[in-house]
């Protein structure tokens, strides 16, 4: 199968050109094959398909074209072609010969490669077949912004292979063979300097000096007129020496400009637009390190004619803008013909357009403000055409998303660009990420000293360790607090972590001068949805970190695969961070310790008490639906259980069977969510949903002995039963303090546990448990050898499970991995380690 982009969009399979269905179904193959080397988001494919106009169903009509295009291939044989990943969808292009573009891109590669060794004549071969693969205009006819970009971007790879190509053949001296072509090249791309000098080239060494001459006066014309600017130093260069050479009689010098030699020297006036840098900038060395490789790549590592990009990304104070403004300078000498800079104001409610960006950087590369055209296009294509043959660094500065930068990346990859924003902008085509984390402790004490002080950080290390630790190692907020100090002479370290100890306050005390992380954090929160900051709030919510991604699903009251995307909106926007190895339902989310106050506040300002409970209790029925079920697919028979009346607030069958198909890791993942869980259900008043779940997670605690978490659990979900007047949740609890202290061979005080919960159990009516506590005491008298009494107990134990086991349906259908969940006889427990 062959996948033509560089011309109309085409699918051939064999002899057969593939029915491609609807435009939409187009657009999204499309933009799959352009991102086919990193996957596409499903954001990037509303974006193409709608433009800034998605309806409330774009989502869904997406999936129904990624879904209409699975059933295309699939009568090709290629129905995996089209695979999900956790951010959306990637296309499986096998060889470069399935893709033209790739094809394209491995030719120019192999031609770079043969000029580099000195084989002009394969290099031209490989050029030539390179752009023998051109069939018209790339993706020609698809009405998506961001298709043209893209297609722009290939135009652009076009033209500069031309350029090599064309050079290499003058140097072959096929002067009069490329002048048919170059003017035909000139007259498409008049503003294209280089292909204007090659063309003077040509006629000038075909005997042709008024043509050559003539060519440059109407490309100046065209500048001057439609940009108000001089032909570039050596079109000049290279005008003057021919013209000598009219004048003179004697043959023109080969001007270095005519061979496509780059300017090495500062241009005058050249933009020098990159703020000023930070004087106490601390750490990040290899950071910094990894930003400069990217942008400044050796020959053998670029990419053919791909403009090198960095994107440094990181959560909200992290340092990304600061990082970049350094870097930056310390690479300046590198791009001697300028450095643009541009803060996008990404995360804000009103984000800086690309077309007043391309206004700005237009007049600082000389361009007078009359001659800026008035179209993003016309914009973009003369920014392009300015920067092309000159080495200038772009730095944008806090980008929102993808085509906020496409118009402002240059066509040159003499040029290169480093963008920071707190998505990762996989879409850019060639991008590379940086990830900017909190500082270690060390590096956290360094700024501290650099902003407050040595002498005062050294003569109170405990404190500052402990003011960094509040900061969360952000630099923002170490930052603040260290201006606060240095602002306050009189203030100890002590006095300000003590203030900061305070969580209500905290994002209050990180505030200084212009300076405040609740500032920083709302702009992230501020530039999602509003269901995203709905999800955000809720969180909060939760006293347990980190917190599985099926919780967003019980906080909304939404399917999964809904939230399951606004978690990842979350993540995008560097409000949650993905921890932890798991993929797809097992991803684990958490919040770092300030945006988790920041979250607090929005909850407690923006969330109805009532509803804060409402999503509180669905995500513990929900929890104590999946402990259910792995009870029952660890240990079998559900009738041997003890469980409340609680509700459970259910996920699909599917989701479930994922989660809990291997039962004691998935425990163990979440054992610490059912301790909270329990805690909190507890705190909430939710009593039956506490001691319920205490009953679901004792077989686990017993079994991997984590006796202290058992004890701790069922000492809060008693507490909890007792102030609810819970008398079946106490005899519950009873039972499983019976079953911890047998656990533990304190035999007498399980005795009297399982006694109490008898008395209870009867009380309440409760058959069921009435027959497992009296086989409990069974096994206990057993084990202090009153075998008589054991088995009078048994009979009468068994005598009730017979009764409850008639009613159909009691039994579970599923086999016991394990023991009985009511737990293993005294006789073969060991005296278990504390936990």
């Known amino acids: 199968m062959k996948f033509r982009i560089l011309g109309p969009l085409e699918v051939v399979d064999g002899a057969h050109r593939v029915d491609l269905g609807s435009t939409r179904q187009q657009t999204a193959l499309a933009v799959l094959l352009l991102d086919h080397s990193r996957g596409t988001s499903i954001g990037r494919l509303i974006e193409a398909v709608y433009d800034d106009n998605p309806p409330t169903t774009c989502r869904s009509q997406v999936q129904i074209c990624i879904s209409a295009l699975r059933r295309v291939f699939a009568q090709y044989g290629r129905p995996n072609l089209i695979s999900t990943h956790s951010q959306g969808y990637a296309i499986e292009v096998g060889d470069d010969d399935e893709l033209d573009c790739d094809r394209f891109q491995n030719l120019i590669l192999l031609a770079r490669r043969s000029g580099a060794a000195g084989a002009a004549e394969a290099a031209v071969g490989h050029y030539r077949e390179a752009l023998a693969l051109w069939r018209g205009h790339a993706l020609e006819g698809m009405d998506s912004r961001l298709i043209r970009a893209a297609a722009r971007r290939l135009t652009e790879d076009r033209i500069t292979a031309h350029e090599k190509c064309i050079e290499l053949e003058l140097s072959l001296g096929r002067h009069r063979e490329v002048i048919a072509e170059l003017t035909e090249l000139v007259e498409r791309y008049p503003l294209r300097e280089q292909l204007r000098g090659q063309l003077m080239t040509a006629l000038y060494q075909s005997g042709r000096e008024a043509e050559a001459l003539h060519v440059y006066r109407e490309g100046r014309r065209i500048l001057v007129e439609e940009l108000g600017i001089e032909p ?13 050479s009219v004048e003179t009689g004697r043959p023109a010098p080969a001007p270095a400009a005519a061979a496509g030699v780059a300017v090495t020297a500062p241009r005058t006036g050249a933009p020098r637009m990159l703020p000023a840098g930070i004087a106490d900038f601390t750490g990040r060395a290899p950071e910094v390190d990894a930003v400069r490789r990217l942008i400044t790549p050796a020959p053998g590592e670029r990419a053919p004619f791909a403009v090198p990009i960095a994107v440094i990304t990181g959560k909200p104070g992290v340092g990304k803008s ?10 300046a000498e590198r791009f001697p013909d300028g450095q643009l800079f541009a803060a996008l104001h990404g995360g804000t409610a009103r984000p800086v357009h690309p077309f007043d960006v391309l206004g ?72 590379r990420n940086v990830e900017v984390e909190t500082f270690d402790p060390d590096q956290s004490m360094r700024l501290l000293a650099h902003i407050a002080g040595e002498d005062r950080v050294r003569s109170e290390p405990a404190s500052a360790q402990a003011l960094a ?24 370290i002590e006095q300000l972590a003590g203030r900061l100890q305070d969580e209500t306050r905290r994002l209050d005390e990180l505030r200084h001068g212009g300076m405040g992380m609740r500032a920083s954090i709302a ?94 209790a669905r995500v513990l029925s929900c929890l104590l639906h999946l ?32 989660l809990v198909q291997q039962p004691l890791p998935w425990y163990e993942r979440e054992r610490l969510t059912l301790v909270s869980g329990i805690r909190q259900a507890a705190q909430a ?33 008693m507490a909890a039963a007792r102030q609810a007047g819970d008398r079946r949740g106490q005899a519950a609890m009873h039972y499983s303090t019976g079953l911890l202290s047998a656990a533990e061979q304190r035999f ?71 023991r009985p969940a009511s737990g293993p006889s005294p006789r073969n427990v060991e005296t278990p380690a504390r936990k």
């Open 627 to 658: 402990a259910r079920d792995a009870h029952r697919e660890q240990y079998g028979d559900d009738y041997a259980g003890l469980h409340s009346g609680a509700a459970r607030w259910p996920l699909p069958d599917t989701m479930v069977r994922r």
């Open 322 to 331: 600061t990082l970049a403004v350094h870097t930056a300078h310390t690479v």
């Open 469 to 492: 630790e509040l900061c969360g190692q952000l630099p923002l907020a170490l930052r603040i607090a260290g201006s606060r100090l240095s602002a306050h002479p009189h203030w100890s």
């Open 523 to 616: 702009v992230a929160y501020e530039s999602t949805g509003e269901a995203a900051r709905r999800l955000f709030r809720r969180l909060a919510i939760l006293d347990f970190q980190p917190f599985p991604s099926w919780v967003s699903a019980a906080l909304l009251d939404r399917p999964l695969h809904e939230t399951q995307d606004l978690m990842d909106d979350l993540a995008d926007a560097q409000l949650v961070e993905i921890t932890g190895t798991g993929r797809g339902a097992h991803s684990r989310y958490r919040f770092h310790d300030l945006i988790r106050v920041f979250a607090r506040e929005r909850l407690a300002a923006e969330e109805p008490a009532a509803e804060r409970g409402a999503a509180l």
């Open 685 to 717: 008043g939710l009593a039956e949903l506490s001691w319920d779940l205490a009953i679901c997670a004792a077989p686990f605690f017993e079994s991997r002995v984590y006796l202290d978490d058992w004890r701790n659990t069922n000492n809060v979900a």
């Open 360 to 431: 700005r950087f237009l007049r600082a590369l000389g361009v007078p403000g009359g001659a800026v055209p008035e179209t993003l296009d016309e914009r973009a294509e003369m920014y392009r055409g300015l920067l092309a043959g000159r080495t200038t660094l772009v730095v944008l500065d806090d980008a929102a998303g993808e085509s906020q930068v496409v118009p402002l990346l240059p066509g040159s990859s003499d040029c290169s660009v480093i963008v920071t924003s707190r998505s990762r902008l996989t879409g850019l085509p060639g991008a």
């Open 232 to 244: 570039n130093e050596r079109l000049r260069r290279l005008e003057h020496a021919i013209r000598v």
């Open 748 to 818: 007498a005080d399980a005795r009297g546990s399982l006694d109490t919960a008898l008395e209870l159990f009867r009380q309440t009516g409760d058959d069921h448990g009435v027959a497992l506590t009296i086989r409990r005491i069974g096994l206990l008298e057993r084990e202090s050898g009153r075998f008589d009494e054991a088995g009078a107990r048994r009979v009468v134990a068994s005598r009730l499970d017979e009764e409850k086991t008639q009613t159909p349906g009691r039994r579970s259908a599923r086999p016991a991995r394990g």
